[in-house]
T-cell receptor, first 112, second 111 residues
Framework: GQSLEQPSEVTAVEGAIVQINCTYQ??????LSWYQQHDGGAPTFLSY????GLEETGRFSSFLSRSDSYGYLLLQELQMKDSASYFC?????????????FGKGTKLSVIP | SQTIHQWPATLVQPVGSPLSLECTVE??????LYWYRQAAGRGLQLLFY??????ISSEVPQNLSASRPQDRQFILSSKKLLLSDSGFYLC??????????FGPGTRLTVL
């Protein structure tokens, strides 16, 4: 089966940088996705890494190391609106190529 | 542009009653469709996914079922709800399976 580990909660100051880590165990790994979910809302897609390295999209960046089964989401110039839960998700061929397995999420609190 | 609709937004049902949640997608053809459940403060648990009309795969044994009667319609059902069925139910669609687009969700409370 698949398993993902990410911290349950992180607190950071407005304007700062925060890194949310994700480690995974899976077979037939295809890639790692990140989603953001505000309280009471639906998850929204942030990024996807299939290859090692850093992908940058505005203030958000995502990194993957396939050899370490590890990735992270980096949020820069934090804003209050970034307070949300962030989920990593693995795309796993062992479970069928049409599925994602989600981590339990990291609740990010941005404080003034 | 593509949109996804789910209804109802909230639902309170007694134990043992039936359930029908509907999800429709607009602006895309032959999407992959998914039903997830999210318990309070938890991650997303995949319940069902579908790659085409009438094709349903179940991930978790439970008293729920799903159907896809049309290309862009996905229905989640139960004949008799349990207390443990309470949660936030999310429908999603994708063309590239790593990028899924979620509907607004249905918050179900079983009493």
């Amino acid at each position: 089966g698949q398993s993902l580990e990410q911290p349950s909660e992180v607190t950071a100051v407005e304007g700062a940088i925060v890194q949310i880590n994700c480690t995974y165990q899976t077979s037939g790994f295809y890639g790692l996705s990140w989603y953001q979910q505000h309280d009471g809302g639906a998850p929204t897609f942030l990024s996807y890494n299939a290859l090692d390295g850093l992908e940058e999209t505005g203030r958000f960046s995502s990194f993957l190391s396939r050899s370490d089964s590890y990735g992270y989401l980096l949020l820069q110039e934090l804003q209050m609106k970034d307070s949300a839960s962030y989920f990593c998700a693995v795309r796993d061929s062992g479970a069928g190529s049409y599925q994602l397995t989600f981590g339990k999420g990291t609740k990010l609190s941005v404080i003034p | 542009s593509q949109t996804i609709h789910q209804w109802p937004a909230t639902l309170v049902q007694p134990v043992g009653s039936p359930l029908s949640l509907e999800c429709t997608v607009e602006g895309t053809s032959n999407p992959n469709l998914y039903w997830y459940r999210q318990a309070a403060g938890r991650g997303l648990q995949l319940l069902f996914y579908s790659v085409g009309i009438g094709q349903i795969s179940s991930e978790v044994p439970q008293n729920l079922s799903a159907s896809r009667p049309q290309d862009r319609q996905f229905i989640l059902s139960s004949k008799k709800l349990l207390l443990s069925d309470s949660g936030f139910y999310l429908c999603a669609w994708s063309v590239r399976d790593y990028e899924q687009f979620f509907g607004p969700g249905t918050r179900l409370t079983v009493l």
